[in-house]
Nanobody
């Protein structure tokens, strides 16, 4: 069992930046970030493999969001720049035992989520 703990959410003005962190209690194949806005389905944001560092992004986040990992700390980060009000959501960290990508069904472990609110 892998436990994931997110941190770094908060309130920020449009155009601002936030960095989310996700600390994992164990090592898996990959880590991902997803988000869920009120009344909407949970959607893929970004993913990264622990070993190679290969990353994937949702098209709408490319160029604004960057996923990275610190293998020594078992921590994954999501740097979010140029934030927009439509980025407001609960952001979830997830871990997969053998997959890296946008398919939410392939992730085995989930964090509790951290709220990100972007004001206009």
């Amino acid at each position: 069992q892998v436990q994931l703990v997110e941190s770094g959410g908060g309130l920020v003005q449009a155009g601002g930046s936030l960095r989310l962190s996700c600390a994992a209690s164990g090592r898996t194949f990959s880590m991902g970030w997803f988000r869920q806005a009120p009344g909407k389905e949970r959607e893929f944001v970004a993913a990264i493999t622990w070993s190679s560092g290969i990353s994937y992004y949702a098209d709408s986040m490319k160029g604004r969001f960057t996923i990275s990992r610190d293998n020594a700390k078992n921590t994954v980060y999501l740097q979010m720049n140029s934030l927009k009000p439509e980025d407001t959501a609960v952001y979830y960290c997830a871990a997969s035992s053998g997959y890296s990508g946008r398919d939410i069904r392939r992730y085995d472990y989930w964090g509790q989520g951290t709220q990100v609110t972007v004001s206009s």
